[in-house]
């Protein structure tokens, strides 16, 4: 997956490569559904999140966005996991998607950590 430098577009293009994961388990067995459904939705709310910080109405509002955003990412690294353990014929695929959770994660935290210790972004 190319890593642009915008973090929205980033989470886009994760969720894009978890929606065709998923489609690659959804073949391996019908058991999957709901893991299938939570991933989606994990993977998704990154980006949602990550786009309604930029519009934050306050500093808090967005610290508290991307707050959420880190958590869905924590999430869905978490499903990947469970993914990667039951169909580990698809660890090839899940893998790499793991570890691009994770550096969202790092870039999320620091988002939120530079953005508690800047006095100059406002409180408007």
Known sequence: ?????????????????????????RTKSERHVKLIDQLNDAAGSVGANLEEAQA?????????????????AREARYWLRVARGRE??????SQPLIEEATELVAIITAIIKKAKSNPYRGEN
Not at 56 to 62: I, N
Not at 88 to 93: A, D, I, P, Q, T
């Open 1 to 25: 997956m190319d890593k642009p430098y915008d973090i929205r577009r980033r989470a886009e293009l994760f969720s894009d490569e978890v929606f065709t994961f998923c489609r690659r388990l």
């Open 56 to 72: 934050g109405e306050s500093k808090k509002d967005f610290i508290h966005k991307n707050s959420i955003a880190l958590k869905e």
């Open 88 to 93: 580990r014929s698809l660890r090839e695929f």
